[in-house]
């Protein structure tokens, strides 16, 4: 904990600093929400088809979900939330002509969640 997913759209693949994302985000999280980051734990999907409304081509989404231990308030949530998006706007930087949509979540993990190392 936390989960972090990301999932980004295949054009924005040599645009976007995932690694120097990932760090920052991890030490964000650990300021706002009190984690631990050696707990901190990131994994990008590429995603290879988008669309978006009626427009097959010329769109980008990157969508980040955080998933915390339960705890944390709404407000602590909102501001993770928030830290991400500007993140996002310092190491992601798309190609001209791409309409880039980014979103962010910041949500409970479910009580069955349970984690190993080894």
Same mark, same amino acid.
């Given at each position: 904990?936390? =989960?972090?997913? $990301?999932?980004? &759209?295949?054009?924005?693949? #040599? &645009?976007?600093?995932?690694? *120097?994302?990932?760090?920052?985000?991890?030490?964000?999280?650990?300021?706002? @929400?009190?984690?631990?980051?050696?707990?901190?734990?990131? =994994?990008?999907?590429?995603?290879?088809?988008?669309? $978006?409304?009626?427009?097959?081509?010329?769109?980008?989404? $990157?969508?980040?979900? $955080? +998933?915390?231990?339960? #705890?944390?308030?709404?407000?602590?949530?909102?501001?993770? @939330?928030?830290?991400?998006?500007?993140?996002?706007? =310092?190491?992601?930087?798309?190609?001209? +002509?791409?309409?880039?949509? !980014? &979103?962010?979540? !910041?949500?409970?993990?479910?009580? &069955?969640?349970?984690?190993?190392? *080894?």
């Amino acid at each position: 904990m936390p =989960q972090i997913t $990301v999932d980004y &759209s295949a054009p924005l693949e #040599g &645009s976007f600093d995932r690694r *120097g994302f990932a760090l920052a985000l991890h030490a964000e999280t650990v300021e706002i @929400a009190a984690a631990r980051i050696a707990a901190c734990e990131t =994994q990008f999907r590429r995603t290879e088809d988008t669309t $978006v409304g009626a427009e097959p081509d010329g769109h980008a989404i $990157v969508h980040v979900t $955080v +998933g915390l231990l339960a #705890g944390r308030t709404d407000e602590t949530k909102a501001r993770l @939330a928030e830290a991400t998006l500007g993140l996002l706007r =310092q190491y992601l930087k798309p190609a001209g +002509g791409v309409a880039l949509h !980014v &979103s962010a979540e !910041v949500r409970d993990l479910d009580p &069955s969640y349970r984690k190993f190392e *080894g």
